[in-house]
């Protein structure tokens, strides 16, 4: 009998995982220049996969701080070509405690992968190289033309790549983008993403007396840069969730009422939402909306960290000089970046409590995305992925953000597949990150699939 | 020509400053468990320098945490008994890149004495064993009674001595007592400090979801520990400076008319205070009182410190789990540290965001102190500092919080003169903290005088 997709991954899924797991055991930490080497590390590995499965033109390309990875093959004229994007890094382990299996040490627990990168993007980035093994190890030959372009700096605003893309459309020129960094809506239902929110990362500093002060000699008549910050990222938010910077709401552009409609649908339990994923004892957000269009179709602000002061063991009586926040905001479509940040500086600015100065970097900016469902890739997709899982696909969006997906629509002029096998569960950026081993190797079939359907 | 105190302390001066330096270079860092062993060698340094003086029954006193020193000279029958107290430990030094020299590397520049603990208390509480040492050379025995009581957890709250007055009153039994840890109301003015602020130190902390979440796929339905950490502190006191948690003003008693009086003809200059204290660009605090009201007789509310989600460079979009502050209040004369901690539980309880917990620890907590300024040993005081410094002794409060001063008036009945020579800018608490050296040559000279005055 002659090898199918279905046995050859079967017969290769030892090897398969023992494969991710080298790159998973791979601490590649894009924000932690510590990390740098291991960074190198997990692109030279990607290389010589892609090489090994028959990827031609190789490239580990240089860049301003960690290097892109790009190889093809373009042996399939009159066929479209799908640009296979991904990223090796990964976001930093901590806390570390929390881990109940060391972060950059796989493990196979109850059929999950543990592991940091495991879902978010290494588990579903290779899978992509093995499900094009796979067809040229069957064949000799893919379905479609093929190009490769994997980044190593998703998890820290993505620059490099950003840069790359605009500079090199004739280099990357296809007829779609093919994307698996998102999760099946549920357990068993294929899905595909066809919106994203966008995001703009920043980081607010603020800075009161000159020093360290005595909270004794001092307090009551000097400026304390921790409260200060308190003071303005309170009033920026209100207790509702509703966001108090100016015209943030103005270019909001609300989903399609059908659109709506079919998020009702979705088998979503709010309970379990609260219980399973995200654990308090109550959800928050903007009244008058449903937790799906308030993760996925409304804007959001959110403080990830703050830092300031005295935070040691014990007591230190001193009022502080300097505290900083990293704050986000989460785009929808419609509106604009530029405007957004300019809005929040204006905030800032008439916010700025007596005595005290704030500063605001913007690290990283990026519009939300939608894409078209009647594009023939995202038709193609949707068929095979049903076939493959046995059930009708989903049209969903996701509130995270790749921006990568602006950068393919605005400098290559193409849409983007959002094909994710990850699930809901598998607590991307959190402590015990894990992967769904089937997930895994469904994902490697059905991406081959695609491959052979869309070249049909 | 018979010696006298002051050639004494001329003809002793470079080994006065060499021991001072011994003991400044012992980083007794108490609130930090991997100096305890400094902390233990900086109490042996202190006991040993009262036995050398001539004091007799010196014990190192174990307690739970840092020991304390005792020493005493009981030989003046009729007499009146001086308790001597101050603190061997320090604060922390950090943010050390602040410092110019480093903190445990004692650096005389300018006149001045940097290193960490040179004011706040190692060079202030070394006088007074300076000047019994003095007196006993000089003369053989002393004109008072002294005792000594030296501890190691001023900075960290003082448990240990507060537990060890209330169980020892017959052995520490004395008339009044001395504390050197104040400042000159400014260079060469003569101060006596005769009003202390109280101080509750609390440690409040939230959490949300029940692991760090990804504000993309989260945000707009999961509640964000620290935003509702922030949410509940910006609430507890308003843009005025005034606090809002309920029923905190009602006990304050106002100072006297005279009192209050007498404080607008010291040399206070707001623009002075502001350039080179603060170092801010506006003063803030309550409206409608003074700076010296501000500091002096009411209550604030400071974060000390605040730390909560992604710190580290760069960018990672979570959704924190868990954050926390070091929060305190300063109590003025009136107030009860128990009603203000319940109304602050209180206050927390009812402003915690939905679908977040708050729980506060209270880490110390002590009243505010007046003194009667009649009282005989302040008149001495006051007399023999005015001999010294040749001009008239002004009588002060201060902001800061010297908890025993409570403990010596409820447990001992006895009052304390707080006779210190530090200056308004030494940095107490801050990095380049300093101490001058004249100030600690003329404290030992005044604190000699003023056993031989108080002795008449």
């Known amino acids: 009998m002659a090898s199918t997709i279905e046995s050859y991954v079967r017969d290769n899924q030892t090897r398969f995982l023992d494969e991710l797991y080298e790159l998973l055991r791979i601490a590649s930490i894009s924000t932690l220049p510590e990390h740098n080497s291991d960074v190198a590390r997990a692109a030279a590995f990607v290389a010589a996969k892609l090489n090994t499965a028959g990827m031609e033109n190789v490239e580990i390309i240089p860049t301003a701080r960690h290097p892109l990875v790009y190889a093809d093959w373009l042996h399939a004229p009159g066929k479209p070509t799908v640009l296979c994007y991904g990223h090796y890094d990964v976001q930093p382990p901590d806390p570390l405690e929390l881990w109940n299996t060391p972060p950059f040490e796989p493990t196979l627990r109850d059929g999950n992968i543990y592991a940091r990168g495991s879902a978010d993007d290494k588990g579903q980035m290779y899978m992509h190289i093995k499900a094009v093994e796979t067809l040229l190890a069957l064949h000799g030959k893919l379905p479609v033309n093929v190009k490769f372009l994997i980044e190593g700096e998703e998890e820290v605003g993505g620059e490099s790549i950003a840069k790359y893309v605009a500079a090199n459309p004739a280099k990357l020129q296809a007829d779609v983008a093919l994307v698996s960094d998102t999760a099946l809506y549920k357990e068993g239902i294929p899905t595909l993403c066809i919106g994203l929110r966008g995001l703009i990362y920043t980081e ?231 992967y769904k081993l089937d997930n895994y190797y469904t994902g490697i079939r059905t991406i081959a699939r695609f491959f052979e359907q869309y070249g049909v």
């Open 204 to 434: 607010v500093e603020c800075s009161a007396p000159s020093r360290d002060l005595h909270s004794g000699l001092y307090g009551g008549a000097a400026p304390n840069a921790v409260f200060a910050l308190v003071e303005m990222l309170s009033k920026a938010k209100n207790a509702a969730g509703i966001i108090q910077v100016p015209g943030i709401y103005d270019d909001v552009q609300a989903p399609a009422a059908a659109e709506l409609d079919s998020w009702k649908n979705l088998p979503f339990s709010e309970e379990e939402f609260l219980a399973n994923e995200v654990g308090s004892s109550a959800l928050t957000g903007e009244p008058g909306y449903s937790v799906l269009e308030r993760v996925w179709a409304r804007p959001t602000m959110e403080v990830h960290g703050i830092a300031g002061g005295f935070t040691g063991a014990g007591a230190k009586t001193v009022i502080p000089a300097k505290a900083t926040a990293k704050v986000s905001f989460r785009l929808v479509p419609g509106m604009v970046p530029e405007k957004v940040i300019a809005g929040f500086e204006k905030f800032i600015r008439e916010n700025t409590p007596a005595g005290t100065k704030m500063t605001l970097r913007v690290l990283s900016g990026g519009p939300a995305i939608v894409v078209n469902p009647d594009h023939p890739a995202i038709s193609v997709a949707a068929r095979v992925f049903a076939e493959t899982l046995g059930r009708p696909t989903v049209l969903t969006r996701s509130g995270g953000s790749i921006p990568i997906v602006g950068d393919f629509a605005s400098h290559l002029g193409i849409p983007t597949v959002l094909m994710g096998f990850g699930l809901p569960d598998d607590g991307l950026h959190s402590p015990n990150e894990k």
